[in-house]
């Protein structure tokens, strides 16, 4: 029956579709794979102005991970005024009493403030309340730094974040900061993670004003304050539950924005276990499809004919030495493993794991799916104690 089924009329156009396809996204989507966007040195001349900065931390239940943030962004060597505001979102853990004592620890007390979250009003997401609360609570401050508790970043972050903005003249630039990726499944998993969130939103696209396309990384996103007022603060995203995605839409009719792979920015969560990843996935996985099934379906089909199709192909054509069929899934799978490098290169794996992205995207699909069956049997939107109803349209 099976070999009924793969040596049916279709194989062959299916075969040749799945090279086409790779050939598409390998030479007409921006060159996404090459993981090449990063932060430049610039110039960080004596005379130039360095404008006030705040740092916005959203903070709910991160006591593990906020000391090291806390310090990190006090040790900044940032010529200019820095500030940091840690919005304790209704925390359970001691997570203000953890940013405190960091602070203190490193003399920097007096320029840290500790706001204690108000309640979640109706129809707002968690982390978006948690900001506008932050950025209420700054002021006027002419740049705004968003960045999440379980986060480290290098003392030369925040100078070379200025510097993108101001030279270049942007609203908002934003770093996809390096995830742990230490244990099997973090191995397996995350390096994939990158690749698709790049296939997604291809860097060089988002980063290209004449293009609509428009990407963020909540873990590091550097803004300008009056632009967010202009396109009217986070009240105009307020059910926003993928929030740095919507922040950035939100601002790019307003001004240029930059997205690049932070290489000194780390994330301290770590993930030890395969339901660590997937109920991070599965959590937001659905809303990304705007809660629909046909994106569902075609997301599913897509990774199905992107991913397995040329490896069962190319099984099958070597099988019934059919060169037909193996010679456009073997290029398909080339196309696909060379397309992958960059981004294991960027997390020092070895290229083997290359051989790895078919099993990852089809545990991604699988995610992908349980994500729909949460929202369906009403506990999609769980996430650090709270669960959400639909936004609607709203990400």
Not at 74 to 96: E, H, K, M, N
Not at 163 to 178: A, H
Request: aromatic content about 12%.
């Amino acid at each position: 029956m099976a070999h009924s089924v793969l040596s049916g009329w279709w194989t062959l156009p299916a075969a040749w579709l799945a090279l086409l396809a790779w050939l598409i996204l390998v030479f007409g989507r921006g060159g996404f794979w090459r993981a090449d966007q990063r932060l430049s040195l610039g110039a960080y001349g004596a005379q130039r102005t360095w404008p006030e900065v705040t740092a916005v931390v959203p903070a709910r239940n991160e006591a593990e991970g906020i000391g090291d943030c806390v310090t990190a962004l006090f040790r900044q060597d940032y010529p200019g005024v820095l500030r940091v505001i840690v919005v304790d979102d209704q925390s359970s853990d001691g997570t203000a009493e953890c940013a405190r004592e960091a602070a203190h620890r490193v003399d920097a007390a007096s320029r840290l403030e500790v706001l204690s979250g108000a309640p979640l009003p109706e129809n707002w997401a968690g982390k978006v309340w948690a900001m506008a609360q932050g950025v209420a609570a700054a002021g006027l401050v002419p740049l705004l730094w968003f960045t999440d508790g379980d986060i480290v970043h290098e003392p030369g972050v925040l100078q070379r974040l200025v510097t993108q903005i101001e030279d270049k003249d942007r609203s908002l630039v934003s770093l996809m900061v390096m995830l742990s990726c230490h244990s099997f499944w973090e191995r397996l998993l995350i390096p994939p993670f990158i690749f698709f969130f790049q296939m997604l939103y291809p860097f060089p696209w988002v980063n290209n004003p004449r293009r609509a396309l428009a990407g963020a990384a909540g873990g590091c996103m550097l803004l300008r304050r009056e632009i967010l007022e202009k396109a009217g603060g986070f009240a105009a995203m307020r059910a926003a539950r993928i929030d740095d995605c919507t922040l950035a839409a939100l601002l790019k009719p307003h001004g240029a924005i930059w997205l690049g792979l932070g290489t000194e920015s780390h994330s301290l969560r770590d993930y030890q276990r395969l339901g660590e990843i997937w109920r991070m996935v599965a959590r937001s996985a659905y809303v990304q499809l705007r809660f629909s099934l046909w994106r569902l379906l075609g997301a599913i089909l897509g990774m199905i004919f992107l991913y397995a199709w040329p490896v069962g192909g190319l099984l099958f054509g070597l099988w019934t030495e059919n060169i037909w069929l193996v010679l456009p899934v073997l290029l398909a799978c080339l196309l696909m493993l060379t397309a992958y490098l960059p981004t294991l290169r960027l997390y020092r794996l070895d290229p083997f794991w290359a051989f790895s992205l078919p099993v990852a995207a089809l545990l991604y699909t699988l995610m992908t799916l349980d994500s729909a069956r949460r929202h369906y049997s009403g506990r999609g939107g769980a996430w650090k104690g709270r669960h959400y109803s639909s936004p609607g349209e709203e990400q």
